[in-house]
C-alpha cells in the first residue's frame, strides 16, 4: 500500500546525542502522528499533531507538522538505551486510516 | 480498560484453515480500526469500524476476510481458507473520534504452514 517516505531508515548513535527523523508525503494529511513499536508488541502513540505548523513536546520528544501538511519531524534529545526501538511517522486522513512511514530503526550504544 | 486487548498472541494455521482474531477495544471508544503488519515492517490498512458499523472497508481483501464489531462483543476478524501470504501480525487499535491519534494492541501474529 501507500507509504509516506520516513528518513533515516536506520541509525546508531552513542547514548546521549540527540536524535532527529522525518517524514515527507506528496498527499495532505489532517494529522500527523508519531509511533513507537518494540519488538513482539503494538506501536505506542508518542506525540500527535493536529495542526499545520505546530510544535509538540512530550519529555525529551518534539515533533513539528510542517505548514503544508506534508511533512513532519520528529527529534529525540539526549537519547537513552531505552530509546531503542522502531519509530515510525503516520498521516491521518478525515477517515481516521493511517499511513504508515517505513520506520526508522534507532540503535543507541551505551 | 485501558488498553485493547488482542487474542490470541499467536496463532498457526494450517494452509486452507481458518483463522480468528479477536480484539477488545477500549472502553468508550467508538472506532475500531484493523491492520496487517508484513515483513519489512509495512503495515496495511484493513477495515475500521464506527460502533458496529462498517466505516471503512476499502483495505479489506473480500474474498476471505470478513470482520465484525457486534455490541458486548470483542471485535472479530476472520480469515477463511488462510493462504501463506497472510502470514504477518494482526493489529486492532481504538479511538475517540476518527481523525484522533489512536491506541493499538499489542497484536496477533499468524503464521500459515
Known amino acids: 500500500g501507500q507509504q509516506l517516505n520516513q528518513s533515516p531508515q536506520s541509525m546508531f548513535i552513542q547514548e546521549g546525542e540527540d536524535v532527529s527523523m522525518n517524514c515527507t508525503s506528496s498527499?495532505?494529511?489532517?494529522?500527523w502522528l508519531w509511533y513507537k513499536q518494540d519488538p513482539g508488541e503494538g506501536p505506542v502513540l508518542l506525540i500527535a499533531l493536529y495542526k499545520a505548523g505546530e510544535l509538540t513536546s512530550n519529555g525529551r520528544l518534539t515533533a513539528q507538522f510542517g505548514i503544508t501538511r506534508k511533512d513532519s519531524f520528529l527529534n529525540i534529545s539526549a537519547s537513552i538505551p531505552s530509546d531503542v526501538g522502531i519509530y515510525f511517522c503516520?498521516?491521518?486522513?478525515?477517515?481516521?486510516?493511517?499511513?504508515f512511514g517505513q520506520g526508522t530503526i534507532l540503535t543507541v550504544h551505551p | 480498560g485501558e488498553e485493547v486487548a488482542q487474542t490470541p498472541k499467536h496463532l498457526v494455521r494450517g494452509e486452507g484453515q481458518k483463522a480468528k482474531l479477536y480484539c477488545a477495544p477500549i472502553k468508550g471508544h467508538s472506532y475500531v480500526f484493523w491492520y496487517q503488519q508484513v515483513l519489512k515492517n509495512e503495515f496495511k490498512f484493513l477495515i475500521s469500524?464506527?460502533?458496529?458499523?462498517?466505516?471503512?472497508e476499502t483495505g479489506m481483501p473480500k474474498e476471505r476476510f470478513s470482520a465484525k464489531c457486534l455490541p458486548n462483543s470483542p471485535c472479530s476478524l476472520e480469515i477463511q481458507a488462510t493462504k501463506l501470504e497472510d502470514s504477518a501480525v494482526y493489529f486492532c487499535a481504538s479511538s475517540q473520534a476518527a481523525n484522533y491519534g489512536y491506541t493499538f494492541g499489542s497484536g496477533t501474529r499468524l503464521t500459515v504452514v
Open positions: 469500524f464506527q460502533n458496529e458499523n462498517v466505516f471503512d
Open positions: 498527499s495532505i494529511f489532517n494529522t
Open positions: 503516520a498521516g491521518q486522513g478525515v477517515n481516521g486510516k493511517l499511513t
